[in-house]
């Protein structure tokens, strides 16, 4: 069985983890992969000059398509920003393909508009033209109309890659991923924590006049260096799909957890471990951080590891992928 993946983005940005995941899991159920990207098997660029990425991604799709030998590929995944250029040679071909989505758009202003626009025809294609659809939260699921098969792929992780925190007597309050401007973390700043900040985006050099910032490195030995995760996100609409690959993270490496209630996290919403609060709110993150902060470490560190217990039990890889491996064996060709 083999399998093309088809997304803009390269496998040593941030945002990569999610997708080697899942791939990596797809390979130990016997799938052969190669990748349509910028640095992958297949090579196609996106232009970064403003207002010609996804026009010119989506052009380099189809010639690539339509230059390569596709009749030993058993079906295709499709991330939404390629489904323009990938659905009409596709459909020539009779190769089924599933339409993915892990990353609805986020920004704000013009390139907000612009980016929604996109989305919405990669939609309105992808229920006409796709074999089924792959997205990572029900509340994604719920908001697209769809009749073909589905599966929720929800944010996983790799356990064999994290060790377990042993707890500070200081406890140091961390969040990691993006520090995009979008992500609003300068508020998490303002809580009176220990704060370490660490990642990569475009407010990182306003937020180390804040607060601790280091860029990406070693996930887990930071982690592990931690006491307590924190994903606070903005009251808009959009995160509302989330289904956060950070808080998996945070599970993996025995953290108790404060968080904004958003999809992904429904089925956790009882747990001792995670504290859920609502999209945006500062007052309620920052006395959730509070009291974890005022527990004693063994209290802690009990908390980190039924955490740690859960992620083993639903958040690994393997876990998260069944339904979508049952859905491309259906589909394939």
């Known amino acids: ?48 000059k403003f207002g010609f990425g996804h026009r010119s991604f989506n052009r380099n799709v189809s010639a690539k398509l339509k230059a390569i030998d596709l009749s030993s590929f058993s079906s295709v995944i499709v991330e939404w920003t390629g489904v323009e250029g990938a659905a009409e040679v596709l459909e020539i071909e009779k190769l089924p393909w599933i339409h993915m989505d892990r990353s ?24 006409s033209n796709s074999s089924g659809r792959a997205v990572k939260s029900q509340y994604m699921a719920s908001s697209q109309p769809w009749d ?14 994290f060790e377990i925190a042993k707890m500070n007597e200081n406890p140091l309050v961390v969040c990691h991923g993006s520090l995009d401007r979008t992500r609003e973390l300068h508020r998490l700043t303002k809580m009176g924590v220990n704060l370490l900040l ?7 050099q ?25 994903l606070h996100l903005p009251n808009r609409e ?22 904004s209630n958003v999809s992904g996290l429904h089925a956790y919403r009882d747990a001792e471990w995670l504290t859920l609060i609502p999209l945006g709110d500062d007052s309620a993150c920052q006395e959730a951080l509070q009291k974890l ?4 470490l063994e209290e802690r560190q009990r908390l980190g590891y039924l955490a740690r217990k859960e992620a083993e039990r639903s958040m690994t890889w393997e876990r998260c992928t069944e339904s979508l491996h049952e859905m491309l064996l259906g589909v394939k060709r």
């Open 1 to 48: 069985m083999k399998l093309l993946w088809i997304t803009h983005r390269r496998q040593t940005e941030m945002s990569a983890t999610s997708r080697l995941g899942i791939s990596s899991a797809l390979i130990d159920r016997g799938w052969e992969i190669e990748f349509m990207s910028p640095d992958g098997e297949h090579r196609v660029e996106r232009s970064s």
């Open 104 to 127: 609805p758009p986020v920004a704000t202003g013009l390139v907000g508009w612009l980016q929604r626009k996109q989305y919405k025809n990669a939609w309105r294609i992808a229920r």
């Open 148 to 161: 073909l098969p589905s599966s929720i792929v929800p944010a996983g992780v790799d356990l064999s890659v």
């Open 198 to 204: 660490f990642g990569e985006g475009n407010d990182s």
């Open 206 to 230: 306003r937020l180390a006049t804040m607060t601790r910032v280091e860029s990406s490195g070693d996930v887990s030995a930071r982690l592990a260096s931690s006491d307590i995760g924190v």
């Open 238 to 259: 959009v995160w509302e799909h989330a289904s956060p690959l950070k808080v998996a993270e945070y599970a993996a490496a025995g953290l108790p957890i404060v968080a």
């Open 293 to 296: 902060i005022q527990l004693p």
